[in-house]
């Protein structure tokens, strides 16, 4: 995932349905995995088409529709 990807959220929260799309805008950090054991996960912030608002998700809770090349 990367600048420019259009993705689809896996999680709904509040003001925020499940499957709404969005725009990545930035990687802003990585953290470290919860049970110490995996690779890292990665902090998105992505622009949300249909709320007009910036958000940030983890990388997990995003699914990948369309790449930028």
Request: no cysteine; proline share 6%; charged share 25%.
């Amino acid at each position: 995932m990367r600048a420019g990807d259009l993705v689809r959220t896996t999680r709904a929260s509040i003001g925020r349905p499940k499957g709404s799309l969005a725009l990545v805008e930035a990687k802003l950090k990585d953290v470290g995995s919860p049970n110490h054991f995996g690779p890292p996960e990665s902090i998105w912030q992505v622009y949300l088409l249909q709320a007009g608002r910036q958000h940030r998700y983890l990388g997990r809770d995003l699914e990948v529709i369309s790449e930028n090349r």
